[in-house]
C-alpha cells in the first residue's frame, strides 16, 4: 500500500490496520511534515520527499490506483490534480472515492452539476469514480476501462523532465 506515510484520520486508521496484518505500507512524507511532526508516527516504510507535488508523483510511479478517503483540503487537492493528469491522458490509472457515510455526495452531484452547465464532458466524469463500501469500490476500480479524450489522447508528457519544448500560442483568427 502507498500512502502518506502518518498514522492520522482515516488514512493513518488504514496504514496501522495494513502494517498489523503484516502487509507492506510504503508512506511518502514531505519533510517538512516530519520536522513538524504533523504525522506522528510513521507506518511501515517511509520515503521523505522534499515537496507536496513530488509526493503526488511517487504515489503515482509507486500506485497502481488511487483510493482517497474523507479527509481535508489536501486530499480534494490532490484527487482534482490526479484526475486532471487523467483528464490529460498523462496516466490511465483507475480513481475512485470511498464515500463513507455519503461525505462525497455534494462533490459528486456538484460535478454532475458541472456536465449538465457544459464544463465538465460525460468521459471527463467517468474518470472519478465512487462507492459506498470498500469492496465496490475495489470492484469499480478492477473493472475499470480508461478510455482517453480524443482531444488529449495525443498529447505527449514528458513527466520529470526538464527539458523545454517551444509552443506555438499565437492567436490566429
Known amino acids: ?16 490496520a495494513a502494517v498489523v496484518h503484516g502487509r507492506r505500507v510504503l508512506g511518502i512524507i ?10 506522528r508516527k510513521i507506518c511501515g516504510k517511509g520515503l521523505k520527499v522534499a515537496t507536496m507535488y ?29 484526475v486532471s493528469w487523467a483528464q490529460l491522458n498523462i496516466h490511465s490509472k483507475p480513481i475512485g472515492v470511498l464515500n463513507v457515510n455519503g461525505l462525497f455526495d455534494g462533490l459528486m ?10 464544463f465538465i464532458t460525460q468521459s471527463a466524469r467517468q474518470i472519478l469514480i465512487s462507492a459506498l463500501t470498500a469492496e465496490e469500490l475495489i470492484d469499480k476500480l478492477q473493472a475499470f476501462y ?15 523532465s526538464s527539458q523545454k519544448q517551444e509552443t506555438d500560442v499565437s492567436l490566429r483568427l
Open 109 to 118: 452531484s456538484f460535478l454532475d452539476h458541472a456536465i449538465d452547465q457544459k
Open 54 to 82: 513530488e509526493r503526488l508523483l511517487k504515489m503515482m510511479e509507486f500506485g497502481d490506483a488511487i483510493i482517497t478517503l474523507p479527509s481535508d483540503f489536501g486530499t480534494l487537492e490532490e484527487i482534482f490534480q490526479i
Open 30 to 39: 514531505p519533510s517538512a511534515f516530519t520536522e513538524k511532526n504533523l504525522i
Open 146 to 160: 480508461f478510455e482517453p479524450d480524443p482531444a488529449t489522447s495525443q498529447l505527449k508528457w514528458l513527466i520529470g
Open 1 to 16: 500500500m502507498i500512502c502518506e506515510g502518518g498514522s492520522l484520520g482515516l488514512m493513518g486508521c488504514v496504514s496501522i
